[in-house]
């Protein structure tokens, strides 16, 4: 049986995967419709790779999600890795919103949290056991 808190990091890692592919394709459609700067927070200074660049972090972001449903050992190192990545990328953006006391450091102090929490919650000895 897989845990609850796996199937929410895949539900997770499917909304993200959805988003960053709505934003690509409507990036390639119309290029001046929405601005790149809509997938930083996801994307930590990717997003100006363009939209092909959205297109294939959501497809990572998908492929990594559908391996937590089928509790593929090798997505839940990618999802503790991912979620390395993005806590590693977002301490320079931490220090320089802690500059000032604001709503930035609130959003930035919240999605280190949240990272570390699915790399913590993933890297327990009970939930490695539950991946082939």
Known sequence: MRPAGVTAIAILLFAVSAYLTALGFIRLASPESVSLSL???????????????????????????FGLLRLKNLARRAAIVIGMAGVVMLIPKLSADAADLSPRLLLAGFAVMIRVAIVWYLWQSWTAKKFG
Do not use: N, R, T
Request: no cysteine; hydrophobic share 65%.
């Open 39 to 65: 997938g930083a927070p996801l994307l930590h200074g990717l997003e100006v790779s363009g939209p092909y660049m959205f297109l294939l972090a959501a497809g990572v972001a998908a492929i990594v999600a």
